[in-house]
């Protein structure tokens, strides 16, 4: 699939769990993966990871989020966190309000 070709993708039914991937690296041909989360306060995000096949961009919405790899950093809302594939990364709510 071409990420020159547009979709829409439905809100979901329910949440089960914290993360949800919206649209994949197989929806934007490998371009780009959309996910959205909600992370309790003091909670740890995913483990560290790396994508192999598409970026990952982060636009956080409330909250902190922290990126706690080699370049640790806090996103407050209103900023987005762009990580490159190939690049290992772990995210946390290390605050006290939902991210």
Same mark, same amino acid.
């Given at each position: 699939?071409?990420?020159?070709?547009?979709?829409?993708?439905?809100?979901?039914?329910?949440?089960?769990?914290?993360?949800? =991937?919206? !649209? +994949?690296?197989?929806?934007?041909? #490998?371009?780009?993966? $959309?996910?959205?989360?909600?992370?309790?306060?003091?909670?740890?995000?995913?483990?560290?990871?790396?994508?192999?096949?598409?970026?990952?961009?982060?636009? =956080?919405? !409330? +909250?902190?989020?922290?990126?706690? #790899?080699?370049?640790? $950093?806090?996103?407050?809302?209103?900023?987005?966190?762009?990580?490159?594939?190939?690049?290992?990364?772990?995210?946390?709510?290390?605050?006290?309000?939902? =991210?």
């Amino acid at each position: 699939m071409s990420a020159t070709l547009p979709f829409v993708t439905p809100p979901p039914a329910g949440r089960f769990s914290p993360w949800r =991937v919206i !649209a +994949g690296g197989d929806r934007t041909g #490998g371009a780009v993966s $959309f996910c959205d989360a909600r992370i309790p306060p003091g909670s740890p995000g995913p483990g560290r990871h790396t994508h192999t096949h598409e970026d990952e961009a982060i636009y =956080v919405v !409330a +909250g902190v989020l922290t990126e706690a #790899g080699e370049n640790r $950093f806090e996103a407050e809302p209103q900023t987005l966190v762009w990580l490159p594939r190939q690049v290992p990364h772990v995210l946390a709510n290390l605050s006290d309000e939902e =991210v």
